[in-house]
């Protein structure tokens, strides 16, 4: 079992930076990817930023350019840093890691924070 902790969301005014933190904990085989997701009220979740333990990374259309996920592998620790903040950027943010298990033992298992709340507002 894996557990997700947030931490660095709060209240930022609009064009303000703003970095999250996630770091993964508990029996650990191997994760694969890792990342956020948001989800404003009465609005679908939807992806900020994925980043394989190779490196590769995904954004999702409204952030490229202005958000950069990073990743420690050594300690299961994923970042995204937000800058040039939009009131439409404000949501809970949730923090997801995929673990996979080996050829011998293969298994995919997805995991979720229990989100962070950011919200952009002057």
């Known amino acids: 079992q894996v557990q997700l902790v947030e931490s660095g969301g709060g209240l930022v005014q609009p064009g303000g930076s703003l ?4 770091a993964a904990s508990g029996s650990i085989f191997s994760i694969d990817v890792m990342g956020w997701y948001r ?20 954004y999702g259309d ?6 950069t996920i990073s990743r420690d592998n050594a300690k299961n620790t994923v970042y995204v840093q937000m800058g ?4 439409e950027d404000t949501a809970v943010y949730y ?12 298994f995919s298992r997805d995991y979720w ?9 002057s």
């Open 62 to 67: 409204s952030m490229k350019g202005r958000f």
């Open 84 to 87: 040039s903040l939009k009131p």
């Open 95 to 106: 923090c997801y890691c995929n673990e996979r298990g080996s050829s011998r033992t293969p």
């Open 113 to 121: 924070g229990q989100g962070t709340q950011v919200t952009v507002s």
């Open 39 to 58: 989800q404003a009220p009465g609005k679908a979740r939807e992806l900020v930023a994925t980043i394989t333990s190779g490196g590769t990374t995904n």
């Open 19 to 22: 970095r999250l933190s996630c």
